[in-house]
């Protein structure tokens, strides 16, 4: 079996003790790594030092650690989960890199994504913008047939590639204003597309657009850096979609039925 | 409805929506001013003709001006809100297949330019020197000799090509975002888009463009 050679990193990570502290740039080598680990295997065998030492280690999110929980991520070089298109941090592998390059590491950057140590940053604005209208109402009880509503393939494909988000926060990190669009939209159009949102539709579109400003995520300015970056590569037709959601819940979302007319 | 326009998305619709205003407007001008090419009789009695109808100029200035307005208003009110949106820095901008389009990262500074451009732009020609030229009895402006006049400065003619290039980048990131944030962009239109906007932006550099040059170069006085 051909292996690449192992490589010598540094690393420009930042370290924050806190929310409140300022943080800076403290440089890391990373020693003899295998061109078939993980960047976040890598990240352990430097923090694994770093503990010898009686040193912090590096503090970033993780979990799943196979790209499908969206909890890793932070920026290599300006490139949110680094180089390589469609992937998580997780799964980006060290053979993207060569030997004796430098890297720097930053947290996600946004005012609504408060550092609170190190790489890691506070996400808890999607949460709430889920919470404000991104479920479906369901009974409970037996689970229902899941075929017993007829869904066209096309809109099953369509809600299935914006269900792909995993709420990682980095189409909020790359975008210059820090817009939560993609992720946002991603989230509307997924029920959206799929006859058992449609209940909820309007206020969905409307609760969480209002969500989503008011937790100080910025506009969208079209640029694309968010789809770039997105390990789903989600698509920004999502964003055209929500936009074309809160128009028309906008206009036509319907008063609560009171008794009689109107005079 | 008000919370509508206040909005993120609301406040991209009236971009959009002031903003394709102005594409039409940039289409028309640029078309009908390529008559300089031909005569300047018909540049003239064009130029007549679009001025002495009151009823028609007025109502189309208002218009013109009060999207402008708005689409600078609502350009700052976002831009406020997005720059609050990112209160720290990266110390490195992504960079190869992450890296954003340039044109849609510079939208303000375009802008702010263009609004120059068209500022100088009607203080030269609009409210410029008036001359006075008959055809067939009827007297009207002869804006075709201050054009002649003005294009024979390289200096106006280089800040005049400059500014068109910016526009050219401004309306093609412009005349793509407007099917998103009018949300009728779908998976099948995304390349075409792409390349009307492209195609839409070129037409009005080009077009733009070969008057000055053709007055510089050819029509020298
Ligand atoms: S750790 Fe779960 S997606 Fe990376």
Redesign the interface.
């Known amino acids: 079996m051909e292996s690449k050679q192992n490589i010598n990193l540094k690393l420009k990570v930042w370290r924050q003790k806190n929310a409140q502290a300022k943080g800076e740039f403290v440089t890391y080598d990373a020693k003899d790594v295998s061109p078939d680990a993980s960047f976040l295997e890598m990240l352990d065998a430097v923090n694994e030092n770093l503990v010898i030492k009686g040193e912090e280690p590096i503090v970033f999110d993780h979990d799943c650690r196979e790209g499908i929980c969206g909890s890793c991520g932070f920026m290599i070089n300006g490139n949110a989960h680094g180089p390589k298109k469609g992937t998580t941090i997780c799964q980006l592998h060290m053979r993207q890199f060569s030997d004796g390059e430098e890297l720097t590491l930053e947290p996600w950057r946004a005012t609504a994504f408060p550092v609170m140590k190190d790489l890691m940053c506070d996400r808890s604005a999607f949460d709430r913008i889920i919470k404000s209208g991104g479920y479906i109402s369901v009974n409970t009880g037996g689970a229902r047939d899941a075929n017993n509503i007829l869904i066209s393939k096309v809109n099953a494909d369509e809600a299935f590639l914006s269900a792909m988000c995993i709420g990682c926060g980095a189409c909020v990190a790359s975008c210059k204003n820090a817009s939560a669009a993609l992720f946002t939209s991603a989230k509307i159009s997924h029920l959206a597309y799929l006859p058992q949102g449609q209940v909820e539709q309007n206020q969905r579109a409307l609760n969480m657009v209002a969500q989503m400003d008011a937790e100080g995520f910025g506009a969208c300015t079209t640029t694309g850096a968010c789809s770039a970056a997105c390990p789903k590569e989600i698509s920004l037709i999502n964003i055209a979609k929500m936009n074309r959601e809160f128009l028309r819940a906008s206009i036509t979302k319907k008063e609560e039925a009171g008794g009689g007319d109107l005079a | 409805?008000l919370?509508?326009l206040k909005?993120?998305?609301?406040?991209?619709?009236i971009m959009g929506l002031t903003g394709l205003v102005w594409v039409g407007f940039v289409l028309t001008h640029m078309a009908a001013n390529m008559l300089i090419l031909f005569s300047a009789e018909a540049y003239n009695k064009y130029g007549h003709a679009l001025t002495s109808n009151k009823l028609l100029l007025y109502p189309a200035e208002a218009v013109l001006l009060g999207a402008i307005l708005v689409h600078i208003l609502c350009a700052i009110s976002?831009t406020i809100?997005?720059?609050?949106?990112?209160?720290?820095?990266?110390?490195?901008?992504?960079?190869?297949?992450?890296?954003?389009?340039k044109p849609?990262?510079f939208?303000g500074i375009q802008g702010s330019m263009i609004l120059a451009f068209i500022i100088f732009h009607l203080i030269t020609f609009k409210y410029g020197t008036h001359y006075d030229v008959t055809y067939d009895d009827v007297v009207m402006r002869d804006l075709h000799r201050l054009v002649l006049e003005v294009f024979q400065s390289p200096g106006y003619v280089t800040w005049y090509s400059v500014c068109l290039v910016l526009l050219m980048f401004h309306l093609s990131?412009g005349a793509?975002?407007v099917?998103?944030?009018?949300?009728?962009?779908?998976?099948k239109m995304?390349g075409g888009i792409k390349v009307f906007a492209w195609a839409y932006a070129l037409i009005i550099f080009l077009g733009f463009l070969s008057q000055p040059l053709y007055v510089f170069l050819i029509h020298k006085n």
Do not use: I, T, W
């Open positions: 409805m919370n509508f909005s993120s998305v609301g406040r991209k619709y976002l809100d997005n720059r609050k949106a990112r209160d720290s820095r990266y110390a490195m901008q992504p960079s190869g297949e992450k890296a954003p389009p849609s990262q939208m990131h793509q975002s099917f998103q944030s009018f949300g009728f962009l779908e998976r995304q």
